[in-house]
Structures are given as structure tokens and as C-alpha cells.
């Protein structure tokens, strides 16, 4: 990211929009979204399977599941925030090398941070995960608050986008994908209840 760029465009935005902002201000306030958005967007051109890599051979070789795991991410349609929860079940392959569950958190984390469309994330969790553990299949289940859409005119506040990536031996077998998805079910329910 180009810092000083970013900050000259925020400084632009605040002019075109005409706020009548004191100078200094705009000053501080540019500076400040440039050094949040340096942040927020750390996961551009990171590579999120690389997190999983080498994680444990404990030769498992049944689902494994890590449910509400949260995200913050930034709309590429309007530049505000989405966020919410991330479920993960995967099927190790032949290897049986597992990740460790903050492992797994740190790539929600990773790929939460770029602009993306909460379709996108999802996918991009999957494929993490997939190629990260060698995993033989993996099923990603996101529920999203998108900010554009709540604060516009208030008439969808609560209410959560859905998005799931079913990918390998999950997305070819549907009864191990059944099996995944009462996993992240039951885990719901125990919750809830
Ligand atoms: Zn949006």
C-alpha cells in the first residue's frame, strides 16, 4: 500500500465532500485512515495457507470441526465493514496432519484483512485450508453483518448473510458432507440451547 498516496486521496475525499473541516483536522484525519487502513488491509499479498503448514501429523483421519470463529472484514463494494462468524470443518487427507485451532483463526484473520465480498472470504478460507493441512476436503460456513446494507436505511439490521465453500471429498460426497454439516449444527444448537 502506498501510504502517502492513501493519505493525499482521504485529504481529497474530505475536500470533494465538503465538510468545511479545519485544515488541521483533515490533516490528522488523513493520516489517521491511512495508518487504520495499512492495518486493516495487512493481509494483501499474504499467503494464508503458509499459516497451516506444518502443523500436526497426528494421523487423524475423521472431520474435525472449529465453529464462531469471528472476522472483520472491509466491503470491496462500499469500503465499510462486515463481520461475523466463520465455521470450519475439514477431513484431513492421507497424511492425517491436523492445524492447530489458532492456526485456523489466524487464517479467518489473514484473509479478513484485503477488501473482499464475504463470498470471496469464504472460498479463500477453504482453499487456505485445503492446501495448508493437505486436507481431503473442507467446508466453510460464514454468517455476515454487512454494515452497507444495515446502516443505509436500517431496515436490515440483524440480519446475517450466509455464504459457504464446499470443497474436495465434501463437495463429491454427500454424506460425509451431511456429516460436516450436523457437526457445525450440533455444535450450534449445544450453543444456543
Ligand atoms: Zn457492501
Known amino acids: 500500500m502506498d501510504h502517502e498516496q492513501v ?6 475525499l474530505l475536500d470533494a465532500l465538503e465538510l468545511d473541516m479545519p485544515p488541521e483536522e483533515r490533516e490528522l ?5 491511512a495508518d487504520l487502513w495499512a ?3 495487512s493481509g494483501v499479498g499474504e499467503e494464508p495457507a503458509a499459516l497451516l503448514r506444518g502443523g500436526f501429523s497426528g494421523g487423524h483421519q475423521d472431520l474435525v470441526a472449529l ?3 469471528p472476522f472483520f472484514s472491509m466491503c470491496e463494494h ?9 465455521s470450519i470443518a475439514y477431513l484431513p ?5 491436523i492445524a492447530g485451532a489458532s492456526n485456523l483463526a489466524r487464517v479467518v484473520s489473514l484473509v ?4 473482499q465480498i464475504q463470498e470471496r472470504l469464504t472460498s479463500e478460507i477453504a482453499e487456505a485450508v485445503m492446501e495448508g493441512v493437505s486436507a481431503a476436503g473442507v467446508l466453510v460456513v460464514a454468517e455476515g453483518e454487512h454494515l452497507c446494507m444495515t446502516m ?6 440483524g440480519s446475517k448473510l450466509l455464504t459457504t465453500s464446499v470443497v474436495g471429498a465434501l463437495r463429491d460426497d454427500p454424506d460425509l458432507r451431511r456429516e460436516a454439516m450436523s457437526l457445525l449444527r450440533r455444535a450450534e444448537q449445544e450453543y444456543m440451547g
Open 67 to 69: 465453529r464462531e470463529i
Open 39 to 41: 492495518e486493516l488491509l
Open 29 to 33: 484525519t488523513s493520516k489517521r485512515v
Open 78 to 86: 462500499h469500503l465499510l465493514p462486515f463481520f461475523g462468524k466463520v
Open 152 to 157: 443505509k436505511d436500517h431496515t436490515d439490521v
Open 7 to 12: 493519505r493525499l486521496a482521504v485529504a481529497g
Open 112 to 115: 479478513s484483512r484485503r477488501l
Open 93 to 97: 487427507g492421507p497424511s492425517g496432519q
